[in-house]
């Protein structure tokens, strides 16, 4: 019986031999900026679907990692409960690029599973794609007759094994818009007798879809209309764990007794040994499906457990990497998520703690052979799983006690916005909450917990467009300025194309421009432009999303023709400058990625004249030991003095270490920018100087985090650093003459300053302490009665902070227990007092600082026995205690309540 690797290779080797290029899969986080994560193994190709670039091949084929989980695809709530949902999954596919299409694909479909793989034929069944009442386009004849065809041959009835699909079964889409077309579905009757030809497309398990062939051919026009594209593809994706599944249900194709399952095969074995071993109690996985979700038995909630750690490792481990990394946002968050389900459902089992990364290094072990980046990354992937479910563990304790306090607020019904707050805040499950919940005799509001899920849904739902997705023209031809600041920064002969004014701004639009427009992160150039023996000084430049650039210029250009000639130079100094910092942003990329692993991925940057800011993707914070081996590596790169060429190139010819950014959408053309004698490529349009010792030096200056999983760096770089070293510097031999002291010795001498300081300041505040506690003594003695009490007042002339005065009134109390006390003490210009009444008295200090609060102007507050404030130390404070003291006697009934 063949394995999922065995299959996986004999998918590719069989595409190879009939002329397909076999490509590596895409990594799961996706080029495209509108997916959360790769999902499909068309993805990588959609530029050339859209005309974007030319394919580089006519026909390919791959086995692409997918995650369906989060967005418009989302499979997370369904594994566990059945047998065939997963959350990642591999699609084994093949492409046609304007080469062949229905009749070859369908044949070498047909040839693959039946030749090959040995399915029996008498089992399969296709699809046909017919349009219902107001669906797009019309009946798919061509695929029908092929297939009738190819069952005719075969001796096999065309009426029972070809059914026909509507638009929701049989028609694909890439969005509203854009190119779509027909498929047809290859589906394998697993009922025992093989006579379930009924059930295809009724969802049955008995029934399953094995491969869907997807035949491009029309564009969907925004009025409804549906066009021929110039060029007809064919895009065809089948589960390798569902034909392995498939394949291991059925011992071969042997015994069609048992249910199908995906998680018989080879790719779960493994991972459902490894759980069986370590689980705190027996327990052996059975392959149970539960009938009722609400009513599981103990054997069926053991096995939906399985299968959900199962497919959740296998998930996080590629995910994690490909460098997506747990976060509170995003894919991010998708991904925590799916982590927290797989630790609530290991805790089921009684999985010890940190059982996701030893699961994860089964994953490893079993799947390095044809994903090697697993292996590469496994040490980040191992830490990444250890505090993750380090850090859930804390949160869901959290959310068990919130659940308790809810349970003894709430009584008989826990209401619905508890429940959501639990669900989505904390990750915990609904039904986990109803069965602790249950245990206490309490139930859940389900309803207003499902009103909660829908308003959440629905804010979704408004914060997303509707995707318009659009073929370009090949002949189309944007109105760009062009662009000459690559090879000079002036002086440039052009001429003025328009002037807009806007907001109190002035921008000019000229033919040609050395300026660079603020775009990648890199900020605008700065010059002049010369027009009519005029200078402008051009203070930014920006570019429009049709290629326009627009200068900032100081003033209004007034009435000179369109076309006047035009003299441009750019600030060379400070393009320099931020050609230095753009180029050691690259450097310290590549060297991120040499210390902390591959999983380093920016984020984000900004690349100005006088410094440089850099967002990468990485779990934990930054050792010094590593940020000096950072930036070791990059001034050895700097000092090496390596050329760095730039080139426009094919996207497809480009260099395969080359690095792209992630979301970004590139055209048939690229830049790449390139350190000769290196392996540092990647993909950039900004300014970069010509050879590493340009840049001089690189310094970090911070490392901080910015968001969960995301890390900043922020560096300066060639005549910055220098100017930030010569500070630094003569900041430092103003110190020694201060301390008198060699500059080597210079922290030694201010660590023993620091601490003579600490010294004399413990001794000052002792001997204020001593003179506040001698002048509390004399406060004691001029104790006054007002209205009946007992008051002491005092007002310390030395400065003590809030715990000091505090302390004191404690001993004041201590030696005069029915006084009332009234202490005040200044510090960093403020005055800070406290007011005491002796327990039981009947006196509130509550209601007496806001009395005194009133009278200094300030705030504060406290209980029936103590209560504390401040204002501003600018108070005549014998003045204030008088009328204090005429404030208490003019209110006699409250003094005396």
């Known amino acids: 019986m063949k394995t999922a690797g065995e299959l996986r290779q004999e998918f590719l080797d069989y595409f190879s031999e009939h002329g397909h290029r076999i490509v590596p899969s895409e990594s799961l986080l996706p080029g495209s900026p509108n997916l959360l994560f790769t999902n499909a193994g068309m993805n990588q190709f959609v530029p050339y679907f859209l005309n974007e670039r030319p394919s580089p091949f006519a026909r390919a084929a791959d ?4 995650i369906r989980a989060g967005g418009k695809h989302n499979d997370l709530d369904d594994v566990g409960y059945d047998t065939y949902h997963h959350t990642f999954f591999e699609m084994l596919g093949n492409w046609s690029f304007g080469d062949y299409f229905k009749e070859k694909a369908i044949s070498m479909a047909w040839d693959l599973l039946v030749n090959r793989w040995n399915f029996p034929k008498e089992r399969l069944h296709a699809t046909v794609y017919k349009p219902e009442v107001g669906e797009p386009s019309a009946e798919d004849r061509e695929a029908y007759d092929i297939w009738q065809k190819i069952f005719t041959r075969e001796g096999l009835e065309p009426a029972r094994h070809i059914h026909f699909g509507n638009a929701r079964d049989n028609f694909w889409m890439m969005g509203e818009t854009g190119p779509c077309g027909p498929c047809t579905e290859i589906h394998m009757d697993l009922t025992l007798a093989g006579d379930g030809a009924e059930l295809v497309n009724t969802g049955s398990p008995r029934c399953m879809e094995l491969w869907n062939l997807v035949f491009i051919q029309y564009n969907a026009m ?7 594209l110039p060029a007809r593809y064919v ?4 589960g390798l764990e569902r034909i392995a599944g498939v394949i291991a249900s059925t011992a071969g194709f042997r015994d069609f007794s048992k249910s199908p399952s995906n998680y018989d095969s080879d790719l779960f074995k493994p991972l459902f040994a490894d759980m069986e071993s370590v689980a705190e109690r027996k327990i052996t996985y059975g392959g149970t499906v539960p009938a009722d979700r609400k009513k599981l038995s103990p054997q069926e909630m053991a096995d939906c457990s399985f299968r959900v750690v199962a497919d959740h490792v296998r998930t996080l481990t590629f995910a994690i990497g490909d460098g997506i990394l747990p976060s509170n946002e995003g894919r991010g968050y998708v991904l925590r998520r799916i982590l927290r389900r797989a630790v609530l459902f290991g805790q089921r089992l009684g999985l010890a703690d940190n059982f996701l990364a030893e699961l994860s290094a089964v994953c490893i072990r079993q799947m390095a052979t044809a994903y090697p980046v697993l292996e590469n990354n496994a040490e980040t992937i191992g830490k990444v799983l250890v505090r993750e479910q380090e850090a859930f563990t804390r949160t869901l304790q959290r959310g068990l006690q919130l659940l308790q306090e809810a349970i003894r607020e709430h009584g008989a019904v826990i209401p619905g916005a508890v429940v959501f707050e639990l669900y989505d805040t904390y990750g915990f499950p609904v039904d986990l909450a109803e069965l602790v919940a249950g245990e206490s005799s309490r139930t859940l509001d389900k309803e207003g917990f499902e009103r909660c899920m829908a308003a959440q849904r629905q804010r979704a ?20 300025t062009i662009f000459a600041g690559y090879a000079t920064t002036g002086p440039v002969e052009t001429c003025l194309v328009k ?4 907001g109190g701004k002035f921008w000019a639009i000229f033919a040609e421009t050395p300026f660079y427009a603020e775009k990648g ?16 000084a051009i203070t930014d430049t920006q570019i429009t999303p049709d290629g326009t650039i627009l200068h900032e210029i100081s003033e209004a250009i007034g009435a000179i023709p369109l076309g006047c000639g035009v003299s441009l130079n750019v600030d060379g100094a400070r393009r320099q400058r931020i050609c230095c910092h753009h180029t050691a942003t690259h450097i310290l990329q590549a060297t991120l990625r040499q210390v902390l692993g591959d999983h380093v991925k920016q984020m984000g940057s900004l690349v100005g004249e006088s410094s440089l800011r850099f967002d990468f993707s990485h779990f934990e914070k930054l050792s010094w030991e590593q940020l000096e081996k950072v930036e070791d590596l990059a001034n050895a790169i700097v000092l090496k003095n390596f050329t760095v060429n730039t080139s426009e190139v094919p996207f497809a010819q480009r260099p395969a270490h080359c690095l792209a950014h992630f979301g970004e959408r590139y055209g048939d053309r690229v830049r790449v920018v390139e350190f000769v004698g290196t392996q540092m490529a990647e993909l950039c349009g900004g300014t970069h100087v010509r050879a590493t010792g340009e840049i001089g030096v690189i310094k970090i200056l911070s490392e901080q985090g910015i968001a969960a999983g995301t890390r900043r760096i922020e560096a300066v770089a060639g005549v910055d650093a220098q100017k930030l070293f010569r500070k630094i510097f003569r900041n430092q031999c103003e110190c020694t003459k201060q301390l008198h002291c060699p500059i080597e010795d210079l922290a030694d001498a201010l660590a023993k300053f620091q601490n003579q300081k600490q010294q004399l300041e413990k001794q000052i505040r002792a ?5 506040a506690q001698r002048q509390l003594e004399v406060f004691l003695e001029r104790s006054v009665e007002v209205s009946g009490r007992h008051w002491v007042m005092g007002y310390f002339d030395t400065s003590l902070d809030n715990g000091t005065l505090r302390a004191l009134a404690t001993v004041a109390r201590a030696k005069l227990p029915q006084a009332h006390i009234l202490l005040l003490a200044s510090e960093n210009m403020e005055i800070f007092y406290v007011i005491s009444c002796p327990p039981g008295s009947g006196a509130s200090a509550r209601k007496f600082i806001e009395i005194w609060n009133s009278i200094v102007g300030g705030n504060g507050g406290g209980n029936e026995t103590v209560a504390c404030g401040k204002c501003s130390a600018a108070r005549d404070v014998p003045a204030a205690f008088q009328k204090f003291c005429d404030e208490l006697r003019s209110r006699t009934s409250f003094a005396q309540s």
């Open 63 to 66: 086995s692409q990692k997918c």
């Open 222 to 228: 925004g009025d409804g209309n549906f066009a021929p």
């Open 521 to 536: 992160g890199q900020v605008g150039d700065s010059g002049y432009a010369s027009i009519n023996g005029k200078i402008y």
């Open 767 to 771: 001997a204020a302490k001593a003179q």
């Open 499 to 502: 002037t807009i004014s806007d």
């Open 461 to 480: 739902r408004e914060a997303q467009r509707a995707e318009k997705i659009t073929v370009r023209d090949s002949d189309d031809a944007a109105a760009r």
């Open 235 to 238: 895009d065809t994706g089948m």
